[in-house]
C-alpha cells in the first residue's frame, strides 16, 4: 500500500472515530472520564493556548479570522493559514486588499443572496481573485430590515422586531440552515471544496459573519473533531468582534432620526446559543446526529471526511 493510501486509510480511521462510532453526545463529553468535557482534564494555560483565536485586522471588515488553532478529540489540532471565515468584505481599503493578499486565498465564498450584493456591494478582492457566489437563504431577513429602517415609523419597526419577533426570525433562520435542501447543497459544495488536496486556503463570508457563515464555522470544526463546547464558542465569539461596530450602526440609526428605538436591532445583530441551538434541535430531528447531517443531509461519505481531517488537522 502506497504512503498516500496509509495516510488516508489512517484518517478515515479517525474521522470514523470523530463523527462515526462516538455517539452525538461525545462531542459535548468524550474524552477520558466519559461524562466530563475535556477542558477539565486540560491545564489552563493550555486550554488558553488551544483556544486562542487568529483575528486578521482589517479596516473595513471586522470580523476576519483564520479558524485554524483548536485543539481536536483526536489530540491534533487545526492547521492554520487554510480556511479563514469573515464578514462581507466590499467595504475593504487598499491597505486591507493588500493584507488579503497576503493570506493567500485561491478561493472565495460569498454565501450573500443578490439582494445584500445589491446593497452592500461586491467584495474588493486582490487582483486574480474572484469571488464564487454560493447564496444561502436568509429567510427574507435582509430585506425586512431594509424595509423596516426605510420606513422610519417606530411603530412599524416594534410592530416588525418587537415582542420576541426578531428572536423569532432568527431562530427560523437557523432551522432552514439544515432543513433547506438548497443551503445544505450550499454548505457542502464548501465543505468538499475545502476537503480537496489541491484547493489552496478558502475564505468564506456572508453580511455580518456571524450566522451563515458561523453555522459553517461550526459544522467545520465539529466535522474536525473539536469538541462542542469549542466550536461553540468560535460561534459566540463573533459579538466580541461585531460589538464595537454594531453599537455605531445603532447610534447612526437612532441620530439620523431613522430608529427611534434601534436597540430592537440587537436580536438580529448579535449570535446566541439559543440560535445555534435551534440549528442543532433540527439536525437532531431531521438526521439523528451530527454525523447523520454530514452524510445523509450534507451528503458526505467517509473518504471526504477523512480527506477532510488529513488536510485540515495535524
Not at 478529540?73 to 467595504?91: E, F, H, I, M, P
Not at 456571524?210 to 466535522?223: E, H, I, P, Q
Request: charged share 20%.
Amino acid at each position: 500500500m502506497s504512503r498516500a493510501r496509509i495516510r488516508l486509510a489512517t484518517a478515515a480511521a479517525a474521522a470514523a472515530l470523530a463523527v462515526g462510532t462516538l455517539p452525538a453526545s461525545a462531542y459535548a463529553a468524550a474524552a477520558p472520564g466519559a461524562g466530563v468535557s475535556a477542558r477539565h482534564h486540560q491545564h489552563p494555560q493550555q486550554q488558553q493556548q488551544a483556544e486562542t483565536i487568529r483575528q486578521i485586522p482589517l479596516q473595513g471588515a471586522v470580523n476576519v479570522r483564520d479558524i485554524g488553532g483548536y485543539r481536536t478529540w483526536t489530540g491534533g489540532r487545526v492547521r492554520q493559514g487554510l480556511v479563514y471565515r469573515s464578514d462581507a468584505l466590499s467595504k475593504l481599503t487598499d491597505a486591507d486588499v493588500t493584507t488579503v493578499s497576503g493570506l493567500g486565498l485561491t478561493k472565495v465564498v460569498d454565501f450573500r443572496i443578490p439582494m445584500e450584493l445589491q446593497y452592500d456591494g461586491a467584495d474588493r478582492l486582490p487582483t486574480g481573485l474572484s469571488p464564487t457566489s454560493r447564496a444561502v437563504s436568509d429567510l427574507g431577513l435582509y430585506g425586512t430590515l431594509v424595509g423596516a429602517i426605510g420606513s422610519g415609523d417606530p411603530v412599524v419597526q416594534e410592530q416588525m422586531l418587537g415582542g420576541g419577533r426578531a428572536e423569532a426570525y432568527m431562530r427560523d433562520i437557523y432551522r432552514t440552515f439544515v432543513s433547506s435542501p438548497e443551503n445544505r447543497a450550499q454548505f457542502a459544495a464548501t465543505l468538499r471544496e475545502i476537503a480537496d488536496g489541491r484547493q489552496g486556503p478558502v475564505l468564506y463570508h456572508c453580511t455580518s459573519g456571524k450566522d451563515r457563515t458561523g453555522w459553517m464555522s461550526y459544522v467545520l470544526l465539529r466535522a474536525l473533531a473539536v469538541p462542542e463546547d469549542t466550536a461553540e464558542r468560535d460561534y459566540l465569539a463573533s459579538n466580541t468582534f461585531r460589538a464595537a461596530y454594531d453599537a455605531r450602526v445603532r447610534a447612526g440609526l437612532k441620530q439620523s432620526g431613522r430608529m427611534q428605538n434601534p436597540d430592537l436591532l440587537i436580536p438580529l445583530q448579535e449570535v446566541r446559543q439559543d440560535y445555534l441551538d435551534s440549528a442543532t434541535a433540527q439536525l437532531e430531528a431531521d438526521y439523528g446526529s451530527f454525523y447523520g447531517y454530514l452524510t445523509q443531509g450534507l451528503g458526505l461519505d467517509l473518504r471526504t471526511l477523512a480527506k477532510l481531517q488529513a488536510k485540515m488537522v495535524r
